[in-house]
């Protein structure tokens, strides 16, 4: 038997250094539901969470190495325009994947053209940000057998099949 685990249901609020406002649950209304443990929200968020009781409003920091990791250099490269595909509608923004120097899949960003050469950021758009969540805490439960094998919560805010 695996140790019973938790499902946690919370507002959230996320806002970068700037303050700007970068995802919020509450226009869905619904509170985000996950499965402690599971690795479905990054590791500084569910720390603070788990030591909240229902109905508690907590500002959560979380610096950029508990959150999406800082800025890895080698992730920033320059290649050849003509390495890329659909090279000749190439623009800022676009987004594709490519193999990272561990072998790893990785999504890369254009973010820069310079004649020939493109520049190509393969970290996490929000890698090196540090965090703050507005978080509320909605609901506590015991997860169920099903939502254990799963590894995720299902139900409102949760995982749909
Ligand atoms: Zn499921």
Redesign the pocket.
């Known amino acids: 038997m695996a140790t019973q685990k938790r499902v946690i249901s919370f507002h959230y609020t996320l806002t970068d250094s700037s303050g700007e406002v970068i995802d919020t649950s509450r226009d869905q209304n619904v509170p985000f539901s996950f499965l402690e443990g599971s690795g479905q929200i990054i590791p500084g968020l569910e720390k603070a969470l788990a030591l909240l009781s229902v109905g508690d409003t907590r500002k959560v920091e979380v610096a950029a190495a508990d959150a999406y990791g800082t800025v890895d250099e080698q992730l920033m490269v320059k290649v050849p325009r003509e390495k890329l595909p659909n090279s000749a509608e190439l623009q800022e923004g676009d987004q594709f994947q490519a193999t990272g120097p561990n072998g790893e899949v990785l999504l890369f960003r254009v973010i820069g053209i310079e004649g020939a050469e493109v520049a190509l950021d393969g970290n996490h758009p929000l890698a090196g940000e540090d965090l703050t969540f507005d978080v509320e805490m909605m609901a506590v439960r015991d997860a169920t057998p099903?939502?254990m094998a799963?590894g995720?919560a299902?139900g409102e805010g949760g995982?749909h099949?």
């Open positions: 099903e939502e799963h995720h299902h995982h099949h």
